[in-house]
Structures are given as C-alpha cells and as structure tokens.
DNA sequence: CTGAAAGCGCTTACAG
DNA sequence: CTGAAAGCGCTTACAG
C-alpha cells in the first residue's frame, strides 16, 4: 500500500500542498475553516507527513544522536531511560550511535550526515582529547552536544552530571567518622570519567583525615575479582571498603564473608552507585545514591532548548546526590 | 561550516554530480580512472552523502527501528547490545521507538514515517492481539518486522527467540529428580510473554511428575517483594523454588535464610535468567541460561537479509538454553 | 562510460 | 489567507 503524501491530502481537501503544510507547521496562519477541513482529510487519511522529506526540506531532522559505547552497562540503560521519556515528550527521534571500533572521526561524519539536530553524548570511556575531536567535529556541523553523566576539567561545553567527587568525599567521610582507618577504594583497572571523580573524592576525604589513601584496581567481572579479592585477603588489612560499582563491593562482602570477616562489625562497606544490586546483598549495601535516569532526562531537557534556541539559565547542571545508608555501614 | 554536498564534489573532481552517486553506489559502473579521481576527491574533501536526502531519493533509509517499552530492563538492554553490534556490521542505522503512552497505531504511523527499512519488535509486554495491530500496520507500509525475544502461537512471523517452556521445563525436571516436591514458581503479576511460557513448562513438569503446580505471582521491586515473601513463609510449606526472574529468586533467597531455611538444604533455588544477580548472591544460584545477547544479534540479522531479500534458510530461530548449576541447587 | 533531467515529499519565501 | 515555484541533496532511468 502506498503511504498518503501531502498531495493526497491537498487533493482531498481541494487546496494546494502549501497549505497543507501551513495546517502542520504554521496553523495560525491559515484560516480557520480552511484549516478544519485540511484537518479532518489528514484525520481520515491517516496521514503523517514523510520525516526524511520533511527533514531534507527543512533541514531540521527533529532527531537526536545519541553517542554510547557499552549499552550494556545499567547506568546507560538508566540514562537512555530518561533521555527517551523527555524526547518523546518533546517529540524527538532518537538515533543509536556505537563508538566502539570505530574512528572517532568516522563516527561524526556519520553522525553528521544523518542530519541529526542534536548530540548527546553517553560515553565515558573516551579520555579528554578524544572528546574534543568530538566536540570539534559537532561544532563544525553547527550541532549541539550535551555531555551526559560525563564532564572534563576546565569544560565550556553544556553538561548534565552529578558530583561524584563531593558524593564520594561525604561517603568517604561517613565512614571515617564511624571511625575506620584502613579504607580502601576499589576501582577499575580501565579508566572512567566517573570514576576518576571519585577517587578523587576520596583521596581528599582520606588526606584530610591523615589517612593513607589506597586505591585497589580490578574487574567488573566477578569471576576475576572474586580470585582478586581472595588474594587480597592474604596480605592486606582492612577496615573499610568504597567500591565505585555496587556489584564490586557486593562480590567483596561475599569473599570477606567467607574469609570470616563480619560486615559491618569487622569491615564497613559502601558502594557508590545505588543499583539493585545494593537491595540484593547480605547485608543491604550502604550507597551513595547518584539519579542517573535524572541525568539523562535533564541532558535531554538542555539538548532540546539549545535545539530550539530557547533561553537557557544554565548550561551546566549538577544533580543532587544523597547518602542511602543500609547494613553494610 | 557548510558540509561538503555532492556538488562540490562533482565540481572539484570535474564530473558530474551522476557520477560521484556512482562512484558511491554503482562504482562498478564508472571508469576506474574517473573513479579514483573522484574517490581522491571524496576523501580529500570529507565526503559523506546525506542520509537524508539518500534516503528521500532511494526510497531506503538503511535504518531500522526499535519498538521496546523498559529500555531499563537488563534483558532489553542485552538484546539491544546484539542488536547495535549487528547493525554496525551491515552498517545500519537504528532508531529507537517506545511504546509506552502511546497508541499503537500513533506508534507504527511514526514508525513508517520515518521511513524505516525494517523493524524489530522487542515489547514483550503486549499481548496478541496489540502485536497484530503492529504487524498489520508494518505489512501495509510493507515494512519488514523482526519479532526478537517475542512470539506468540501460531505466529508466521519472523522471530528469534529461546525456547523458554522447554528449558524451564529441563530445570523443573531437575529439580524434581533432586526429590524435590513442593516446588513454587515465582513469576510476576504483570504478564509477559517470556514468562507465560516460562510458566508452561514448570506446569508440564510438575504435572508430569504428578505434583501439584504452584504460582505465585510478586513484584520485581525488592521492597515489595520482600514483604511478601516474609508472608509466604508464615503459611506455605515449600522445598523448592524457581524464579523467572533472577533478582526474584535472590530476594525469596534472602529471605528464606532470614527465616532460617537453609539453601539448598532446605530448599533449593533457581533463576531462569542467568543475569549478574545469579553470581552475586550468596549461595550463587543455579540457573537456565539463554543468550540474550545472540537473540538480539541473530534477530538483526536476519532482518537484514529480509531487508536485503536475500535467501533465508529458516524465518523462525531457536536459540539453545542450558542449565548452569551453581550452589542453591 | 557519462551527463542532463526528472523526481523523492516536503518547506518556505514570494506574489497576489 | 492562499497558491505557484524553487529548492533541500541526493538517485536513477534515459540518452548519447
């Protein structure tokens, strides 16, 4: 079946193609009887004007690039989730990029090419450089980008995060307050941008206590850190365990269970990022609690009014974070 | 900056705009010496052609869409990470659409307006008779559909999907075999497709072992279902437990031991996910393992050859499952 | 093998 | 307020 075009439609309701398209971008600007009946045609034919011509014709797609590496990874989904309820909501489309094995400079043009109105960007796997070739090629195609759950120093670019150092730093603290000195930070051996701010946080929170700060770097996959951590126990003392994934602390507290630690009597443990995972552990896992569907339907929010060149108080949004304390603390 | 259209093309290159669509798509077609000089041309200067304006002219946008409700669910965002990586490959576009608040038929008249190639359908949550609206719809625009992870009876569509009644089937037997008898199966008060037929095969295997099948229906929230399991101990006798969910199963678990039941010893359980959760949990949880992951890559696969009208060997895929037996059984 | 021209389905000044 | 016409950046028969 051939879809309806806007010539049906203006044949239907005896007037010309333009009109019909004033009925569907400019309504005001027809009359009000003619508009009815345009109308009521476009109602009976089912008709829904052509995206790609309307796109190719106004040279505005009402589409946005999203930019991802991992979708995979809960904190993503969770980002997407609040992207597509705000883009629907303001009726945009949503176009998939991976940047895995592919040229920075590839994946742009393409972006580019599918005439996207706007870019977001997910991944935090890219250091600094690599997100200014990105940036770079997004500005020379006149195409905003907002950075989502992702940020750099000294960044002018629009962005929507949450504070992981400030969260890290209070979580860190708590944990000194409770009185813990061999605190450890486990992280990962790759880099993130989330979690470098992290340890960051706490590496300040345990210099400004005169504790020495000890990052331990290993794997998501528990079946890695789980020989890690066993091995851990034989040489190293501890007190305090941060986790910037939850399901790393969560593998922790299990090898530290079997190894006769008691948690949190012996070793307190805390994750930092809120996951299911932190509600399935024996004990509940204290979290540092960061909105990351939030994030995403804030950066959605920001990308839609720089789209539409609307006022916009600011361009750089920090969310809130909070302290969740269960049994592990 | 103006992006490099396939005029400035032509004219650097001192040919017509014809033939640098050639060289793109036809290159066969065009003098290999003018093809290099074009080529040269086209990398020098950056080229990519505009999707859009491809798309409008070749009546192919070399993009897909997505139809998904909870793009948070870790099974969704599994599907998809098959999906992405094939679509990558076969150098496809994806677009994503939800469904959730909205009409289908707003839904699929959205869909064919933008000018898809092809569909994959992967909302789990509908029942027959939406998804018919959806195929009907997809058939008039003459738009190929993919049914990934999803399949009613009866159905003549493409699909790719586990045999779900099957593999809990195998995983109910085992459990029976093991001496087994008041086996409950945990599933979810909303309806899935995934899990009716879950729901099948632990009620063929118990019916089969004589045993009465037993369903109760919960929550995938942890709060509330935790309540509700601490209900259930106060009144049911139980000595097995399979879930199809594995967040369920770990949170029955929890539970259970907080009851003083012991697992396995006392009661053996199982999830039919094989998720994270499954090695997290203390004791790790036996469980049906279906590849998510290649149901998704598969499905886009062959929707690739439908798009491409190449041969299909067989329009119904049906991916192994095993079981994975961890310590809860 | 190559170019001129029509057309994909829209939007948007420009006249009237 | 409405229509005729140009144009968005491509593809694709059709000639030559």
Redesign the pocket.
Known sequence: M?????????GAA?????????V???P????????ERVLKVIKELG????A?????????STTIGIILSDITRASVSQLLGGIIDVAKKYDYSMKLFSSSNIQLEDLMRNVV?EQVDGVLFLNEELNKEEIEVVVEKAKDADIPLVLTNVNFAGNMLPYAIVDYTEGTYELTKRMIDKGRKDIYLFSTVRHYFTNDLKEEGYIKAMKEANLEPRIFRTSGDVSINKVHFEEFFKNHSIDGAISVRDSIAVSFMNVAIKNNRRVPEDISVAGLQNTKYALLSRPTLTCLDTPVYDIGAVAMRLLTKLMRHEEIESLHIVLPHSIIERESL
Chains 1, 2 share one sequence.
Request: net charge positive.
């Open positions: 051939a879809n309806t075009t806007i010539y049906d439609v203006a005896k007037v010309s193609l333009a009109t019909v398209s004033r569907m971008n400019n005001e600007k027809v009359n009000p009887e003619t508009r008709y829904k004007p052509n790609i011509a309307r796109g190719l014709a106004s040279r505005k090419a």
